[in-house]
């Protein structure tokens, strides 16, 4: 079965600074795909980026950048440049086969707090 | 701007009642999705559905059914609510392997007292 681990519950950073929020994931699937969620305080999840198992560059998407590592079975988010209004939750998951559709498996979540 | 809506943003019921959670996509996505969120666990799969009428348990589907009668529209019924399903919950929606991920509605919050 696919699974996702997140192993910080919480991780602190200065404004300005460079963060990385780990994510490893468990899949016997040749094929599938890594995404990152953004959750603030509001509740709202929002898709921040995604790395393809073929994927041979690692996705970049702004300030976000996957550190993907496909031997280690490692897909980090990394965000440069940390602003107050990146605190929320962070959460990554992987698209897993089931039945004739794909579901998403998430982590449980890091919480990251930027502070001034 | 496309959307996921769910009908309520916080709910307020009582041990025992039926529960419909209702959801609604503008996008002609073939996939919806209910989770449930809770601190510490993340978000886990309730059910899905692939097509009209189809649908598929996920990983803590007891306690729950759901009703998919057109593509637009995934509804969650909590047959007889109980304390233990207190929680957020998060429909969303997507097309079969984007790289978009899934598209998110804001939310329900619900609590069974």
């Known amino acids: 079965a696919q699974k996702i681990t997140q192993t910080q519950p919480g991780m602190f950073v200065q404004e300005k600074e460079a963060v990385t929020l780990d994510c490893t994931y468990d899949?016997?699937?040749?094929?599938?795909?890594l995404f990152w969620y953004k959750q603030p305080s509001s509740g709202e999840m929002i898709f921040l980026i995604y790395q393809g198992s073929y994927d041979e560059q690692n996705a970049t998407e702004g300030r976000y950048s996957l550190n993907f590592q496909k031997a280690r079975k490692s897909a980090n988010l990394v965000i440069s440049a940390s602003q107050l209004g990146d605190s929320a939750m962070y959460f990554c998951?992987?698209?897993?086969?089931?039945?004739?559709?794909?579901?998403?498996?998430f982590g449980k979540g890091t919480k990251l707090t930027v502070n001034p | 701007d496309v959307k996921v809506t769910q009908s309520s943003r916080y709910l307020v019921k009582r041990t025992g009642e039926k529960v419909f959670l209702e959801c609604v996509q503008d996008m002609d996505h073939e996939n919806m999705f209910w989770y449930r969120q809770d601190p510490g666990l993340g978000l886990r799969l309730i059910y899905f559905?692939?097509?009209?009428?189809?649908?598929e348990k996920g990983d803590i589907p007891e306690g729950y059914s759901v009703s998919r009668e057109k593509k637009e529209r995934f509804s969650l019924i909590l047959e007889s609510a109980s304390t233990n399903q207190t929680s957020m919950y998060l429909c969303?929606?997507?097309?079969?392997?984007?790289?978009?991920?899934?598209?998110f509605g804001s939310g329900t919050r619900l609590t069974v007292v």
């Open positions: 969303a929606s997507s097309l079969l392997g984007g790289t978009y991920g899934y598209t």
């Open positions: 998951a992987m698209r897993a086969p089931q039945g004739g559709s794909e579901k998403l498996v």
């Open positions: 899949t016997s699937d040749q094929s599938y795909g």
């Open positions: 559905s692939y097509d009209v009428k189809m649908k």
